[in-house]
């Protein structure tokens, strides 16, 4: 980390005029991470947080800082100075723009609303890099700060429709980058940004660097590679594809993730919110709505319906076993196929017993295993068109090694910490379960949910609970 103390680097610290303000306020000033164009301010004092302070950036290095100081106050007392002084006791700012290869002078002392300076100031000088080098510490990526710092060499923007890497995309997100201070890009629904709070992003931040951690797990187990977080993080000016997002308003982050998958403290956030418009169902998508025959390889079938959830992303499946609950699958329309994983179905459901519990799906295996859903979701099922153009539902993870060989996807409740079935009808994917279209329109026609509109599934009485089920972690 390129540190400089105060005692480092030119510090003056000399008696003021005590006539006004605490007389016995001492500050202090150190400066951090130096590159060409910012420089890290840190000041600290030993009075009380009422006690207000001034800090001056100059150029000039060779005035005294006593004239310095009294020109500054000379122009501070044109306007208003109150609004100038910082009260604070642990004062951290990122100095920005600064010029390449230049010595600065930043001075912090006490100064009264009616323009008194008082106690002890404290001074240093430091020379901003060339550009485009760096204070030593941006490679390393370990520099972690103990509040979120805006980074103001970072711009974020959404940029629409755009090429990366050589493949086109319809939502995209840049970050231009004058430092090399490793970061990620998100979004995250416009609602749930809160400007008056930026700590929250540091609980982003860490929601990121696990599900990094998890992608990573899972990318290595199934390729045999060995990337580690460091390989996932941008440096610089980076940029990345959001095409998957639903409808909605978004804005875009960049948030400073370490080496180490720390959340460094730094970020930055787009000046504007973005719109996904959701699109006009393809052909493809389309052919997948409708009612199907699910037919299980043991000979078990559900009458099930597939609605749209978002058109081109995702569908909903209701029926399976019989059950009034959608199921949601992701549609990839690149491989016309669907995917099912396991999921919370619908929460706080009351039982007819009076229980109250969340209705799951999960998946079983060959070995009689269901794995539960508590650290986080897993792949099923897909449902895909065969060559000879039947649709059908077969295992995920075919050619995976080691994934587990599910069997099966069924609908459990889970009350507490247990597990209960909620019917023995359910289709088995041993081989494939062909999906079928249905030789007669259920009592519910797909013209119900075309856009959108849940299926009128008749339930007489509320779900009893079956017998317990046994479930365990899942792994591969």
């Known amino acids: 980390m390129a540190m400089v103390a105060v005692a480092a680097i030119a510090v003056t610290a000399c008696e003021q005029n005590d006539e006004a303000g605490n007389s016995s306020l001492i500050l202090s000033v150190d400066v951090e991470n130096i590159t060409a164009t910012s420089a890290k301010i840190k000041v600290s004092h030993n009075g009380k947080t009422a006690d207000s302070w001034y800090g001056l950036l100059t150029t000039d290095t060779s005035t005294r800082e006593d004239r310095l100081i009294a020109d500054a106050v000379a122009e501070l007392r044109k306007g208003d100075i109150g609004s100038q002084l910082i009260f604070s006791k642990s004062y951290v700012k990122i100095l920005t723009p600064l010029s390449p290869k230049t010595t600065y002078r930043y001075i912090a002392f006490g100064l009264t609303e009616e ?21 030593g510490n941006e490679d390393n990526g370990d520099e972690v700060y103990d509040r979120m710092l805006p980074n103001p060499a970072w711009s974020i923007a959404y940029t ?41 992003l540091r609980g982003l931040g860490e929601q990121l660097v696990e599900s990094m951690k998890e992608y990573l797990v899972a990318y290595n187990n199934s390729y045999g590679t060995s990337f580690v977080l460091n390989d996932l ?10 095409d998957n997002l639903n409808p909605g308003y978004y804005i875009a982050l960049a948030i400073g993730i370490t080496a180490k998958g720390e959340v460094s403290g730094l970020y930055a956030v787009a000046p504007e919110v973005f ?14 709505l409708g009612d199907w025959v699910l037919k299980g390889d043991n000979n078990i079938s559900n009458d099930v319906i597939i609605g ?61 295993k269901t794995y539960k859903l508590d650290e986080g979701s897993y792949a099923i099922a897909i449902a895909g068109v065969l060559d000879n153009g039947y649709r059908a539902i077969v295992r995920y993870g075919l050619y995976e090694p080691g994934y587990p060989k599910f069997v099966a996807m069924f609908l459990t409740a889970k009350v507490g910490n247990t597990y209960y079935d909620l019917g023995q009808n359910i289709p088995s994917f041993n081989g494939i379960a062909e ?39 899942f792994s591969r």
């Open 115 to 135: 323009g008194e300076v008082y106690g002890e100031r404290a001074s240093v000088e430091f020379q901003t890099l060339e550009q485009g080098g760096n204070s």
């Open 233 to 242: 993080l941008y440096r610089g000016s980076g940029a990345t594809a959001f």
């Open 308 to 368: 749209r959830n978002v058109a081109n992303k995702s569908v909903n499946l209701y029926g399976l076993q019989g059950l009034p609950f959608a199921v949601v699958g992701e549609y990839s329309t690149e491989r016309n196929d669907i995917i099912f994983s396991s999921q919370v179905v619908e929460s706080n459901y009351e039982f007819g017993g009076g229980q109250v519990g969340d209705i799951h799906l999960l998946g079983i295996d060959n070995e009689g």
């Open 275 to 288: 719109h996904i418009e959701e699109e006009a169902a393809t052909s493809l998508y389309a052919s997948w």
């Open 160 to 200: 629409g429709a755009g090429t990366i890497d050589g493949k086109a995309y319809k939502h995209t997100v840049s970050v231009n980058s004058t430092d090399k201070n490793p970061y990620t890009i998100a979004v995250i629904y416009a609602s749930e940004y809160d400007p008056s709070n930026p700590s929250a």
């Open 435 to 473: 999906l079928a279209p249905a030789t007669t329109t259920s009592a519910v026609s797909s013209k119900r949910f075309a856009f959108g509109k849940t299926p009128a599934f008749e339930q007489s009485r509320a779900l009893r609970l079956g017998r317990k089920i046994e479930v365990v972690e």
